[in-house]
């Protein structure tokens, strides 16, 4: 098996020692050491595990003093996706945040008025969707696609799209643990959004490629308790 696919694993196991052990906020991991002797692996496996999960701002370390819980994963994920998928789903992240935040930014310089009404239909669902009772995840997914497209560069839809299963899991997931809260949680996912269509409106292109990566940010944070 791959380096890779070991880390996968680690990293799986090192949530579940989290969620099942009850470990909380601040608390710390164990040694690397003693991960790669539980789980019958290398430490350069277990490094690489922790520094997604650092990524992913699930762990944090501290130099010297190991590796600390900072966010707990919601349990609502299971509900969407096997724990086993988390680190490849996450890291999907990683491809939007420089896919996403560039579109934006291109989209704000080149959309024309006919793509900006699109984008603006899209987001007017999107909200609707919001505030009603259903799913939101297709239209929410609809508003990231809009602008994609509005960037007049094919590229940019083909790769989004190919990203479709595991961002439609993230979609429905961050809808779901945001509703469980208070209203604020979705008066802030309308709001993110709003932000980057008046930046795309205003043909503000750094701030539509700041917005986005905003916006992300916070959707990775919704998926923590």
């Given at each position: 098996m791959s380096e890779g696919r070991l880390a996968d694993r680690a990293y799986t196991r090192i949530v579940a020692i989290i969620n099942e052990d009850g470990l909380q906020i601040g608390d710390r991991l164990p040694s690397e050491a003693q991960l790669a002797q539980t789980f019958g692996i290398s430490r350069t496996v277990v490094r690489e595990a922790l520094v997604r999960l650092a990524s992913d701002g699930i762990?944090?370390?501290r130099r010297g003093a190991g590796s600390y819980v900072k966010r707990r994963p919601s349990e609502r994920l299971g509900a969407h996706m096997p724990m086993s998928d988390l680190s490849a789903t996450l890291g999907t992240y990683e491809v939007r945040f420089v896919l996403e935040a560039e579109?934006?930014?291109l989209a704000a310089m080149r959309?024309?008025?006919e793509q900006m009404g699109e984008i603006e239909r899209a987001l007017a669902g999107l909200r609707t969707a919001l505030l009603s009772s259903g799913p939101a995840h297709d239209e929410d997914w609809g508003l990231h696609r809009a602008i994609a497209l509005a960037t007049s560069n094919p590229a940019f839809l083909a790769t989004f799209d190919h990203l479709h299963d595991d961002v439609d899991r993230i979609l429905k997931a961050g809808v779901d643990i945001s509703r469980?809260?208070?209203p604020a949680a979705i008066e802030a996912m309308i709001s993110e959004h709003e932000m980057i269509v008046d930046a795309i409106r205003a043909?503000?292109?750094e701030g539509a490629a700041?917005?986005?990566r905003w916006h992300l940010s916070q959707g990775?944070?919704?998926l923590m308790p």
């Open positions: 762990t944090e370390a579109a934006a930014r959309r024309s008025s469980s809260r208070p043909q503000d292109a700041l917005a986005m990775r944070k919704r």
